[in-house]
């Protein structure tokens, strides 16, 4: 089938779109106007190639597991090493598209939310880089648990300011965002972090994205002369999958497997795992697969990964599950650590809690697959910032 795309409005099919107030609709069609433009200026592609080669540190390699492949004894395994971008995830490549957008429209300020830290991380990277002014709005939760990446944005020169309402996450720090945004937008950019929010959000950070999916495509058919047998990746907001998927769904042999937050398991409800679900709402400005209650409020989500760990799915990925072009499936808290652990002690390679997820998909259904078929799974992120918290919840385990 053809790669999806939105319509003007940003609809994928039923989803997407751009439910916001009427004072945000002005920045987000300014925003679409001048995306539209830069997207097909060679200059501008040529600006952005130079500083993902030379500062974040592009390609990734395409890495044969091959300790992994022979472990699990079934399809050849190669994984994709956004670990290795500067900052440690793949954020950086969004974050990187859109600051050069923002210099394009003259603004001076940038701002941006964070969950666990990563997105503010590399957006507080960009601006020092660039001597952008940075405003990072963090749940005073989410501040206290990723303490680390809060001095990280700070040595930055970055501002994170606590946001005090609510669940204290991720959802009331886009909500600020987006407040602050309606009140600056002559001179700020609003950087959002995943594939996720009102037009043109959704397609624009699946466009920054999409490098990871363009590099593997070709490094897979140089190191294997074909294409692979599935796509792995985990889910959060959708952007690491996406990404990696999109340059893939023209190709209709290759499975593409998105894994979400299973947390506790399924039945008592802790989890993220939208399309475990099935309802559809409307979440910060986007139709799609929203988690809620009986009552249709937005439920409380749980995830051992704070990157995962979110009531909404970006649009485009509940348009390819409908068309069935892409699949989805969750792992629990217990499964993602195991995952985490193997692939460390396997591959000496430390993955970020949310790619732990895609690993620990593979180890599950392994048998699914045969000799004969060729896997990538994406390393969205590598797992140093989370060792605390490992070691913290690997103590509670004992302990019970
Ligand atoms: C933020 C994050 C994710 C989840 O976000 P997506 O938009 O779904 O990619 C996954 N992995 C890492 C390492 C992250 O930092």
Redesign the pocket.
């Known amino acids: 089938m053809k790669p999806t795309q939105p319509d003007s409005h940003g609809h994928f099919g039923d989803y997407g779109g751009m439910f916001v107030p009427e004072t945000l609709m002005e920045p987000l069609n300014e925003l679409t106007r001048v995306y539209k433009e830069v997207r097909k200026d060679p200059e501008f592609k040529k600006e952005l190639q130079y500083y993902l080669r030379e500062y974040v540190g592009r390609p990734t390699p395409l890495y044969f597991a091959e300790r992994l492949t022979r472990k699990l004894g079934t399809a050849k395994i190669y994984l994709k090493r956004e670990d290795l971008c500067h900052t440690g ?3 950086i490549n969004n974050s990187m598209g859109q600051i050069l957008l923002a210099k394009r429209m003259g603004k001076k300020r940038i701002i941006a939310e964070t969950g ?1 830290g ?2 503010g991380v590399a957006t507080a990277t960009v601006c020092a880089m660039f001597g952008l002014e940075c405003v990072v709005y963090m749940g005073k939760v989410d501040m206290e648990r990723q303490s680390l990446n809060v001095f990280r944005m700070e040595s930055l020169g970055a501002t994170v300011v606590p946001v005090t309402v609510g669940q204290q996450t991720l959802k009331e720090a886009v909500n600020e965002a987006m407040r602050d945004w309606v009140t600056n937008i002559r001179s700020t950019h609003y950087i959002l972090g ?2 996720l929010g009102a037009h043109p959000y959704p397609m624009m950070v699946r466009d920054f994205q999409s490098v990871i999916g363009r590099e593997a495509r070709k490094q897979i058919l140089k190191a294997e002369g074909r294409l692979p047998t599935a796509l792995i990746a ?8 996406i990404g990696l998927f999109h340059p893939f769904i023209k190709d209709e042999g290759v499975r593409m497997i998105g894994v979400e937050a299973g947390g506790l398991g399924i039945a008592g409800g802790m989890h993220a795992a939208r399309f475990a679900q099935d309802k559809i709402g409307i979440l910060q400005g986007t139709k799609t697969y929203v988690l809620q209650d009986n009552d249709g409020q937005i439920a409380l989500t749980h995830s051992i990964s704070a ?2 760990d979110y009531a909404a799915v970006g649009p485009e990925h509940s348009l390819l599950r409908d068309l069935g072009r892409s699949e989805y499936s969750y792992v629990t808290d217990v499964e993602a650590v195991d995952g985490f652990d193997k692939l460390s002690q396997w591959e000496g390679i430390l993955p ?1 809690l ?2 732990s997820h895609a690993i620990a998909w593979i180890i599950k259904n392994a048998a699914e697959f045969t000799s004969d078929d060729l896997i990538i799974i994406n390393v ?2 590598r797992g140093d910032k989370d060792v605390m918290q490992l070691a913290e919840w690997k103590a509670k385990q004992a302990a019970e």
């Open positions: 995830a793949h954020k666990a990563q997105h995943s594939a985990c889910v959060g907001g959708g952007s690491n999958s990157g995962l970020a949310e790619s969205s992120g």
